[in-house]
């Protein structure tokens, strides 16, 4: 799933490429994947593209006149920029992975995707960001927050701190990946509660929390939209390594369940060298 980092990625790639080219034509070929229907996809048709940004994991591409298309990629998402198209043709709806296409005026383009049979990507055109609920209830960014809000804004919540963490309303952009690899850059246990860690704890994590995802955003940006992903895998050290050594200490990366997915860990830099125990036991006894 595109989280912080690839998402500013993906805004930095068309800030360079698309910004200031006229959309010729937005067109919809998942149509669940279009959540508003006013304004029509139509309205963004001879308008220019005057920015791209983010809010936490939203891609937000804008339009003069003031029209944003706000794009959550979910898990399978991902945004393909095309300097030509095959044809002129406009799609069809159907159940390809093409989602939405945006054609510009000189001929280039780009096409949000989504792989699989679970659809989930979901696109917003409206006149405010703020308009979108899950956009409007979004906690601060996690890299435009200092270090004493941050310690604040953890300690204040009650729970695990991989869960808080991810916790889109309480921080925003850090996603399953990303997490387990701030936990690991802080020698932390992802089943920590937040609201018993110390001074000491909180500014490791903020530390590790900036590294990891201004690392990230920087090996990101400035690649081809088309080789992010990659990259992505290539600079996590437990994240999806279940097995593998550790690259710190060498230990087996090991996994656990958690909340609908699992996450990744290792015991000797995060959990005294204990392995966790996987709390969902029902699967076990049942
Ligand atoms: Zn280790």
Request: charged fraction near 25%; charge should be positive; proline fraction near 6%.
């Amino acid at each position: 799933m595109p989280e912080l980092p690839e998402v500013e990625a993906l805004a930095a790639y068309l800030r360079d490429r698309a910004v200031g080219r006229r959309v010729e034509r937005l067109e919809v070929a998942a149509i669940s994947a279009l959540k508003t229907y006013d304004p029509p996809p139509s309205a963004v048709a001879g308008k220019e593209i005057i920015g791209a940004g983010r809010h936490g994991k939203y891609l937000d591409v804008f339009f003069e006149g003031g029209l944003h298309l706000l794009v959550h990629l979910s898990r399978a998402g991902w945004l393909h920029y095309r300097e030509t198209f095959p044809s002129n043709t406009p799609l069809k709806p159907g159940k390809g992975p093409i989602a939405l296409r945006v054609r510009l005026d000189d001929g280039s383009g780009f096409d949000l995707t989504e792989a699989g049979t679970q659809k989930r990507l979901s696109a917003y055109l409206v006149t405010d960001p703020a308009q979108v609920e899950r956009v409007a209830t979004l906690g601060p960014d996690a890299l435009a927050l200092d270090q004493p809000t941050f310690a604040a804004l953890i300690r204040g919540q009650r729970g695990q701190v991989k869960g808080v963490l991810t916790d889109q309303k309480v921080l925003s952009g850090i996603g399953n990946a990303y997490s387990d690899e701030i936990l690991h850059a802080a020698k932390m246990s992802p089943f920590a509660i937040t609201n018993r860690l110390s001074d000491e704890q909180l500014a490791t994590l903020y530390e590790a929390m900036r590294t990891v995802l201004n690392d990230a955003v920087s090996r990101s940006v400035g690649q081809k939209a088309a080789e992010l992903k990659g990259e992505k895998r290539s600079g996590m050290k437990v994240h999806a390594r279940t097995g593998l050594p550790c690259p710190v200490c060498g230990d087996t990366v090991r996994e656990v369940s958690f909340a609908t997915t699992s996450l990744q860990y290792c015991p000797t830099c995060q959990t005294g060298g204990k392995p966790l125990a996987d709390r969902r036991l029902s699967r076990l006894v049942r």
